[in-house]
């Protein structure tokens, strides 16, 4: 195995509660490797401290064999690691267009150039289609992102992480909130990322999971009890009791 | 590579909104450059220095709408960046250096590094908090002023003269009049091209959505500190011509009352569009000119003016011309 990305003892504590836990965790490069856990498990937590976001209380995370612990975000994406979010965070009130193209020019840098004028940029113009079209959006260009239906947004979701041509992508449930029919779409389009983008997908939808997954880590308590493939994690005894039996005790209780 | 597409129509969004069209920057240049002329053949001198003030004011106004409307910094501390100009221009002329190619530039530098400053520990709060802190600094200078010796007191610095420009006499109000429209007019061209930048597309996006624009790998917060200071070292500009129009300089142009003055003119106007800081400014100085000579409680009147305005344009004056072109659009397709 080619690790791209490792996590070693990692622990954030908020007050007293630690939300992640000596966590540890070796993710493939090329692989998607799913997260999965109970509510309340910390795997937000720990996606917010991958992408830099949130500082951790100790260990280290190792990417590409660099440690990156103590960098910030706009740092750890120009080395290669960009998120997208649960709750659709894009620019409601830009166009398509607009919202990838400001994803496609933080990848090309220049942050402080004052003198030369973005209308026109074919660098720009180019990253911005090429982004729409890997998730479908390419016909879209110019709705405004208000007004485009919940399927869509995700899809645009996961193109704003694309856009920075990331090599490490974290997904934070992109099937959140969609219907069926969108969630099978978001399947295919992050089955056609395998190869080109390692992925951590966190996602509740098991179906997907296990469709999707090279690896699954099964994360409680801030602390990853289990790593392996799909079916082992679905035949392990202390994944059944501590996740997916908490699932149908649920169930019945319901 | 994907196809280029070419749209029929791009909407105006929030991130077009707020970019000049040239046409316009030379309609107004074209306007504000016969005003005076205009102005002395109906002899009525006292409106040349009246555009003087208007101009000045739309440039500090302008310089506080950078950091406000464009970059969703919202300060209440700018009259802090004006007086540190004005005062910097009044010190240094009571130390016998007079020349404006000295002067305007340090008053610039010196505001820009008290926004730099106030900047770096203002902007790690966000919304009511950065509104407190961006007003205690600017108290602090307040009373910085007030209470030192150098700085005048109570009675601030007073100007002998006003800066030398070689070959032009200031001291003659058409030619103050032409120095500070040249000098306002190299700042909006700066301003034009700062908001149409790659810098200036990221300030907006951060306006939008700080989160997505750090997400994607935006230095955010060394993008804000330079915003912040630009539109100090703008207000600092502004603040070195306001103490040559007034010959001198009060701590009055470094109270809270005065930053709120420029918030109200950028409000008006537009916050975020181009020319909002302009419009927002000449419509309240000549709204008070007007009705202070006909009323002695003008402030009433003005309040009242004020507050019709932004009753029917809630998001300025500027943004009239889309509601204007959206419903003529209504109509046109019914």
Redesign the interface.
């Known amino acids: 195995m080619n690790p791209i990305l490792h996590v070693e003892h990692l622990v954030k504590r908020f007050g007293g509660l630690v939300a992640t836990n000596d966590c540890s965790l070796e993710v493939a490069s090329g692989e998607i490797h799913a997260l999965i856990g109970p509510n309340g498990a910390g795997k937000t937590t720990l996606l917010a401290q991958l992408?830099g976001?949130l500082a951790s209380n100790s260990g280290r995370i190792l990417f590409q064999g660099r440690d990156v612990t103590r960098l910030?975000?706009?740092k750890r994406?120009?080395a290669g690691m960009?998120?997208s979010?649960q709750i659709t965070?894009?620019?409601?009130?830009?166009?398509v267009?607009?919202n990838l193209?400001?994803?496609v020019?933080?990848?090309t840098g220049?942050?402080?150039?004052?003198?030369?004028?973005?209308?026109g940029d074919s660098d720009i113009?180019?990253g911005a289609?090429?982004a729409?079209?890997s998730v479908g959006l390419?016909?879209m260009?110019?709705r405004?992102v208000g007004t485009l239906s919940h399927g869509k947004q995700r899809a645009l979701e996961l193109g704003?992480?694309l856009?920075?041509k990331p090599k490490l992508l974290l997904l934070d449930e992109p099937m959140a909130g969609t219907d069926p029919e969108e969630s099978q779409r978001m399947g295919d389009l992050i089955h056609a990322l395998r190869g080109e983008h390692t992925v951590i997908l966190v996602e509740h939808d098991m179906d997907a999971v296990f469709r999707l997954a090279d690896r699954v880590s099964v994360l409680v308590a801030g602390h990853v009890i289990a790593t392996g493939a799909p079916e082992a994690i679905r035949a392990n005894p202390e994944v059944v009791k501590a996740y997916l039996g908490d699932e149908e005790d649920e169930k019945e209780a319901a | 590579m994907a196809p280029r597409l070419i749209p029929a129509h791009r909407p105006e969004t929030p991130l077009t909104a707020g970019l000049p069209g040239p046409w316009t920057a030379i309609a107004i240049a074209i306007v504000l450059a016969a005003y005076p002329l205009l102005m002395r053949e109906l002899g009525e001198d006292f409106y040349i220095t009246l555009g003087s003030r208007v101009l000045i004011l739309a440039l500090a106004a302008s310089a506080l709408n950078l950091a406000l409307g464009y970059g969703g910094m919202i300060s209440l501390g700018h009259a802090a960046f004006l007086g540190a100009g004005a005062y910097t221009v009044a010190a240094l002329a009571g130390q016998g250096i007079n020349s404006a190619w000295i002067a305007v530039p340090a008053a610039v530098a010196i505001a820009g590094l008290a926004a730099f400053l106030v900047g770096a520990v203002s902007l790690r709060t966000k919304g009511v908090y950065f509104i407190m802190i961006t007003l205690a600094f600017a108290q602090l200078f307040y009373y910085l002023a007030v209470s030192l010796p150098v700085f005048g007191g109570d009675d601030g610095l007073q100007l002998t003269e006003r800066s030398n420009v070689p070959g032009i006499k200031l001291e003659n109000d058409l030619a103050f009049y032409y120095f500070v429209l040249f000098t306002a007019g190299l700042a909006f061209v700066l301003l034009y091209r700062l908001v149409s930048s790659r810098f200036g597309r990221a300030l907006l996006a951060i306006r939008e959505n700080e989160r997505r624009v750090a997400a994607v790998g935006y230095p955010v917060f060394r993008l804000k500190l330079m915003a912040f200071t630009l539109s100090g070292g703008l207000a600092g500009l502004a603040g070195a011509l306001l103490a040559n129009l007034s010959m001198g300089v009060t701590p009055h142009t470094l109270a809270w009352q005065q930053s709120g003055l420029l918030m109200v003119m950028v409000v008006i106007g537009g916050s975020g569009y181009f020319w909002g800081g302009i419009t927002g400014a000449a419509i309240f100085l000549l709204l008070e000119e007007a009705v202070s000579t006909h009323t002695e409680h003008w402030n009433l009147v003005l309040g009242v003016l004020l507050l019709i305005i932004v009753m029917v344009a809630p998001n300025g004056v500027m943004s009239l011309r889309e509601r204007v072109i959206s419903q003529f659009r209504r109509k046109s397709t019914q």
């Open positions: 992408s976001e910030p975000v706009d994406v120009a960009t998120r979010y965070t894009l620019f409601s009130k830009l166009t267009r607009e193209a400001v994803a020019q933080a990848r220049r942050f402080f150039d004052v003198f030369g004028t973005v209308a113009e180019d289609a090429q729409a079209e390419l016909d260009m110019e405004v704003m992480a856009a920075c």
